[in-house]
């Protein structure tokens, strides 16, 4: 006898196959690799204003109701297409963000070390450090 929760992880388990198979390019018959695929509205968030608001709080229903313990935050996780909405993710979430916030401060330069003589010094300018995006680093002005 299948229970409630045999239940939702056939239905995570259907739903990664169907993403992945998506992925691979194995949804359809299509020669030329293009395709139409129909997602159900059940997947689908409806959103009236904001959507950035409707996908966080889709994902953290938790985030905007001021609680201070953020560690529910590393179980789930928003997926984007490209760095600018990872980006526009992140500064929803910091400007949103219920706990106290802090600031680290970086450094401009490469360590000299014997090993590095300096090769690395001249490859990694502070214009070069400075301009780097990282999707898991939100990035403060």
């Known amino acids: 006898m299948l229970t409630n929760l045999d239940y939702e992880y056939k239905e995570i388990e259907e739903c990664a196959n169907w993403i992945a198979n998506i992925g691979d390019g194995t949804v ?10 129909t997602i159900s509205d059940e997947l689908l968030l409806k959103c009236d ?11 953290f229903p938790m985030f905007r109701r001021g609680n201070g ?13 490209t760095l600018d909405f ?3 993710i992140n500064q929803y979430m910091n400007d949103h963000n219920p706990a106290e916030g802090g600031t680290y401060l970086s450094c401009d330069s490469v360590c000299k070390s014997d090993s590095n003589v300096d090769i690395l010094a001249d490859l990694h300018t502070p214009e070069f450090l400075n301009g780097l995006r990282c999707s898991g680093v939100p990035i403060m002005l």
């Open 49 to 59: 204003y904001d959507p950035i608001a409707t996908i966080v709080d889709s994902t």
């Open 28 to 37: 359809s018959n299509s020669s030329d690799g293009e395709t139409d695929i």
């Open 86 to 88: 990872v980006d526009s």
């Open 69 to 81: 313990d953020l560690s529910y935050l590393k179980d789930s996780a928003i997926l984007a297409l």
